[in-house]
């Protein structure tokens, strides 16, 4: 493809690929990110293509291997769109309903769940070339057994607004041309139109209310605003996409499914701070985003979307990649900074200020974004800062994309509101706790967030009130846990976490983690005393206060919560040495109830450690000194034969 | 070794004698399975580069490893998702039933194991990569019978 020299050029082109695109009449969608990658998805898409190429059904019907559509959980995914919700129906780059559907608009396409490679002959012969619809691959709402035909009715994503991940259905993202016919590239079209000054880009973003997604919620504006009142010629725009939160790959699904949308985020931020040069800092374990990206940063050379004078215009502005080296710390953006400089060893984080938009990259200004603070620049300056600060709440505008995980039925990455309520997302998006069993709590914002209980499931969803609940927004982790999870094991399982990742340099990270950890192990062992709780907090205040970066002083966070709200299971760990939940294995013991074993004999050949011990047809013994505590009996047995207490 | 190694300091070196010194190691860790001493000092006197410095490097970040790799390398996931649903069981079932830790190769170089952060396929969780193959919704039987049928396989 050749270079575009212009607004006019960049028009046409998308006319030419929507013309060309004329005879598709539908598309299957096969979605193809990590999750349903996993389940078997590239399969079932190499069995659409074969079947349409087979059929010689290539003119009209086409198959789009797209990134996440973030109901992870029933994948692969399958979508068939119906003609007249593809987003080819926006006439203008500019036109603010150029949107995907899947979410606010558009009927959205019939949904097939699980679907397999022999299932592709099915749906194609009874929905793309006929009107009906394949009644076993709909999904089936698990508590009441309705089934739902389009993806839009399917409670996970009724509630959600998807305005950045609603375009990951429509798109493959190998493909520049899907992002075009989505309305792509208009933001960056209309900030060179002439109209808008790099002021007043910033101006609309600082209506928008936008704030930093990649947790610290600092307000966007303001930060493009101190970069760009530097005085100097060099300026960097970096996009962080260092995403390393267990339990967490938003950031990851974004750049996978969708890469143009962060790049041309990028390119506006460059235009608004007057930077000529970028970096995408990606996480090393994440080997598809890198390869999305870099084909993106590819086309968008050759469309002459990043260069010399882009479109034709003054703006220069080049991207390149960095990739990580597996290090959490590298999130935190002193760190990541000296990680992309490379040559000066291992990444160090230091006090601030300066801040990086004033001594950054190699000592000049920086910016530095998360990827979906990024995301949400093009739609902002296309439908204006007004509208996106329309959605959410006082202080929190916009959406937010969470990573539902743990012990929730529908795990997946859902986008909502701000403002939504814990308990709007975990029982309606996430339609609740597997098994009947009851919600214990939720821990928001990653290894350095916080618990909450479920006196606290109807508190609102807003970087203000998460964090007066001692927790943070974070960069969106949600994990779910009921009643099976034990909230010291869980405190210890982050601490040791972090203390793991610290990078060394502070002595109250460092020290601080340690001892703290060394004290909850005393929990999980039964051997604590009354003056550890008080030890905890002491240690705890002293990291808050003077560690050097978020990572220590954020550490305690997890601690902190379940100790205020969980202090009961602390104490009866070491008063009545049991653990309420059942895991901290020196507190527990197996024994097997003799009424319900039928003697099958599975776990005698589960047990690695010689400790169960029988003859056929009779009711094993249990030695308990030999017992590890593993629980491999306990996952084979069929008849809940074997008890923990 | 050296032309190889040569070629990738070059492809990373950039304009303004900036230097993507991330970028090399990882390829070198990847097309030499680790990151040998030899490698290491190649690329300490290349770059002027002091070779303490390097060290620090390849100790600091998880991506690099200072022994070579077993055929197999298998990773089980230990984030949150996956840390509450038993993924440290299946840690536990594989690294005895190996006889090695994390990290750690066996003596016949047929695997190495490593706890991971987070693989991002929560709703799979727990969870195992093998050679780049995601194998989800285990438990750590089903995950011993998975490493054997690699076992046969090797």
């Not at chain 1, 973003?205 to 605003?225: A, F, M, N, V």
């Not at chain 1, 003054?314 to 935190?332: K, Q, T």
């Not at chain 2, 070794?1 to 070629?7: L, P």
């Not at chain 2, 990569?129 to 046969?152: S, T």
């Amino acid at each position: 493809m050749s270079r575009l020299n212009s607004l006019k050029e960049l028009e046409a082109r998308r006319r030419e690929i929507i013309a060309a695109d004329k005879e598709k009449t539908a598309a299957v969608a096969v979605c193809c990110g990590t999750g349903c990658s996993a389940s078997g998805a590239r399969d079932v898409a190499a069995e659409f293509e074969r079947l349409i190429t087979e059929k010689g059904l290539a003119v009209r019907v086409r198959t789009r291997i797209t990134g996440c559509h973030g109901f992870c959980e029933q994948g692969p995914l399958v979508v068939v769109e119906e003609a007249g919700s593809r987003p080819e129906h926006s006439t203008s780059l500019n036109d603010s309903n150029a949107r995907p559907a899947g979410g606010e608009s558009g009927p959205g396409g019939l949904l097939y769940c699980r679907v397999k490679p022999e299932d592709a002959e099915e749906i194609l012969e009874t929905s793309v070339l006929n009107d009906g619809v394949v009644e076993h691959l709909l999904y089936k709402d698990p508590v009441t057994g309705e089934k739902f035909r389009s993806e839009n009715d399917v409670p996970f994503y009724a509630h959600q607004s998807r305005m950045l991940m609603g375009y990951n259905g429509r798109i493959d993202p190998g493909r520049i041309e899907d992002y075009l016919t989505a309305g792509g590239y208009g933001g960056l079209a209309q900030v060179l139109g002439g109209s808008m000054p790099p002021e007043d880009v910033i101006k609309e973003i600082e209506i928008s209310g936008l704030r930093g997604r990649g947790g610290g919620g600092y307000p966007t504006g303001s930060k493009w605003d101190l970069c760009r009142r530097v005085e100097g010629e060099i300026r960097y725009v970096v996009c962080n996409a260092d995403e390393g939160d267990p339990g967490c790959f938003q950031d990851r699904s974004i750049l996978e499914g969708n890469p143009h949308l962060v790049l041309e985020g990028m390119i506006i931020a460059a235009y608004a701070v007057g930077a000529y040069e970028g970096y995408i800092y990606v996480r090393a374990e994440y080997p598809l985003a890198l390869k999305q990206v870099a084909t993106a940063l590819e086309q968008a050379y050759e469309w002459g979307l990043l260069g010399d004078n882009i479109l034709g215009s003054d703006l220069s502005f080049r991207v390149r990649i960095s990739r990580g080296g597996g290090a959490f710390v590298c999130g935190e953006e002193t760190a990541l900074l000296s990680s992309i400089e490379g040559l000066t060893g291992e990444p160090n984080p230091r006090p601030r200020p300066p801040y990086p938009t004033s001594i950054g990259l190699w000592g000049f200004p920086t910016l530095i974004n998360n990827v979906k603070t990024l995301a949400a620049v093009p739609d902002i300056i296309k439908k204006g800062g007004a509208w996106h600060a329309s959605t959410g709440t006082d202080t929190s505008k916009g959406t937010m994309i969470f990573s539902l995980t743990g012990r929730v039925n529908n795990t997946g990455l859902v986008e909502v509101p701000m403002g939504m309520s814990l308990r709007e997302l975990i029982f309606d998006v996430g339609g609740g706790i597997p098994g009947g069993r009851k919600f214990k709590a939720v821990q928001t914002g990653g290894p350095a967030g916080g618990c909450l209980p479920a006196e606290m499931l109807d508190l609102p969803l807003d970087y203000e009130r998460l964090s007066e609940a001692g927790s943070i927004m974070g960069s969106g982790g949600m994990i779910v846990m009921d009643e099976s999870t034990c909230m010291v094991d869980v405190a210890r399982y982050f601490l040791s976490f972090t203390v793991d990742e610290s990078c060394g340099k502070c002595t109250p990270c460092r020290e601080g983690g340690r001892q703290m950890l060394a004290l909850l192990d005393k929990f999980v062992h039964g051997t604590a005393l009354e003056g550890d709780l008080n030890m905890l907090f002491e240690l705890a205040a002293t990291m808050q206060s003077s560690s050097l970066c978020a990572l220590g002083k954020l550490a305690p966070n997890p601690v902190l919560t379940t100790l205020r709200y969980f202090e009961d299971e602390y104490r009866s760990h070491f008063e009545q040495w049991r653990c309420p939940a059942g895991v901290c294995r020196p507190l527990i013991s197996y024994t097997i109830d003799a009424e319900a074993c039928t003697a099958c004999g599975r776990c005698l050949e589960a047990c690695l450690a010689g400790a169960l011990t029988g003859v056929e047809d009779e009711v094993p013994e249990l030695d308990d000194q030999l017992c590890t505590k593993c629980g491999a009996c306990r996952d084979v047995c069929r008849f809940s034969a074997i008890l923990v207490g | 070794m050296k032309e190889q190694v040569e070629q990738i300091i070059d492809r990373h070196s950039h304009a303004e004698g900036r230097v993507d010194l991330v970028a090399i190691l990882h390829e070198v860790n990847s097309t030499q399975r680790y990151l040998s001493r030899e490698a290491l000092e190649m690329i300490a006197q290349k770059l002027a580069v002091p070779l303490s410095r390097l060290y620090s490097m390849a100790a600091f970040y998880r991506s690099f490893n200072l022994e070579p790799r077993g055929d197999h390398e298998v990773h089980i996931c230990l984030g949150t998702a996956c840390h509450v649903r038993g993924g440290e069981r299946i840690f536990d079932r594989l690294s005895e039933r190996l006889g090695i830790g994390s990290g750690e190769t066996t003596s016949d170089r047929k695997f190495t194991i490593n706890r991971v952060n987070c693989v991002g396929a929560c709703a799979l969780g727990p969870l195992v990569v093998i050679d780049g193959r995601y194998y989800g919704r285990l438990d750590p039987l089903k995950a011993e019978r998975l490493l054997e049928e690699y076992y046969e396989q090797a």
